[in-house]
């Protein structure tokens, strides 16, 4: 059982956290280049242009950071580090060699086997990962009987995943947050765009009403781009939550149940219920028909 539990737990090492950064940060470098191959003008506009002097043309990284605006761009901009903080930590959280510890379970069991029960309460209160509270919890317990000792562990394992899930909510915040905010950004740039047109005693100005379109374009479109990570990252923390609430209460129930019976034989009463046996009754036969 060791074996396969150990090759459970290394599925979730750093590594793959280190790969959605290494991703994160080539999409980053690719798309700085392709901002730099817009902004250079090709070689033959530039000889029928002569010497005449270009008219500014920047790019489009530059123009998006334009166009978001000193109102929805350090917004758009606050929310997004608040969700790259909140991946960041539930990455390091929600590993699986880090909730349940491949280590703390070879030697929590191999205490039990030596009959060295307080020290193997001690490992299980001094660790602080998911599986080392829910044991120390059930362990507590376990002197008024085994379903105690689960019924408590089972109700830590509901406490931590609850306060897991409170971070988890923040995504999905996020990503239902994201589109209105650019829906927001839409309304607020269209208001410009007719406010310019709207002018009396003057023609609208070409210029102003494509920054109040772009505005528009470009709030929906950091909106957006900012609610689809957050409702991916959503659903693959609460599926992962849910898989190690889960294996931590099938391996706290078998640790728990190898400490019972193994605190009974160490008693000379192997097999002995915790609750005194009822009475025999004598029962009545039944007449055969």
């Known amino acids: 059982m060791l074996t396969l539990i150990k090759g459970n737990f290394m599925s979730g090492t750093l590594s793959r956290f280190t790969l959605v950064l290494l991703v994160l940060v080539g999409f980053f470098l690719s798309t700085n280049s392709s901002f730099a191959f817009q902004e250079a003008p090709p070689a033959a506009e530039k000889k029928e242009e002569g010497d005449k002097p270009a008219a500014g043309n920047p790019s489009l990284f530059m123009h998006i950071l334009k166009s978001a605006g000193w109102?929805?761009?350090?917004?758009?901009?606050?929310?997004?580090?608040?969700?790259?903080?909140?991946?960041?930590?539930?990455?390091?959280?929600?590993?699986?060699?880090?909730?349940?510890p491949p280590n703390f379970v070879e030697e929590f069991t191999d205490l039990v086997n030596k009959k060295q029960f307080k020290q193997a309460f001690d490992i299980a209160k001094e660790d602080g990962s998911f599986l080392g509270r829910v044991m120390s919890q059930g362990m507590s317990r376990l002197q008024y009987g085994i379903e105690d000792a689960r019924e408590s562990a089972y109700n830590m394992v509901d406490s931590i995943k609850a306060s897991k899930e409170v971070a988890i909510t923040?995504?999905?915040?996020?990503?239902?947050?994201?589109?209105?905010?650019?829906?927001?950004?839409?309304?607020?740039?269209?208001?410009?765009?007719?406010?310019?047109?709207?002018?009396?005693?003057?023609?609208?100005?070409?210029?102003?009403?494509?920054?109040?379109?772009?505005?528009?374009?470009?709030?929906?479109?950091?909106?957006?781009g900012l609610s689809v990570p957050a409702i991916f990252f959503h659903a693959f923390y609460r599926n992962r939550l849910i898989k190690i609430s889960m294996d931590t209460s099938l391996i706290a129930d078998d640790l728990l149940t190898q400490m019972y019976h193994s605190t009974k034989k160490a008693a000379g009463q192997p097999g002995a219920p915790a609750t005194p046996a009822a009475p025999n009754v004598p029962t009545k036969s039944v007449p055969q028909v």
């Open 71 to 100: 109102v929805f761009g350090p917004m758009i901009l606050a929310i997004s580090i608040a969700l790259i903080a909140l991946v960041c930590l539930l990455a390091m959280e929600l590993r699986m060699a880090t909730s349940i």
């Open 170 to 224: 923040y995504l999905s915040t996020i990503g239902t947050l994201g589109p209105l905010i650019g829906l927001v950004g839409t309304v607020f740039g269209m208001i410009l765009s007719f406010m310019e047109l709207g002018r009396p005693g003057s023609t609208p100005r070409p210029d102003k009403l494509a920054d109040g379109i772009s505005h528009a374009l470009v709030v929906t479109l950091l909106g957006i």
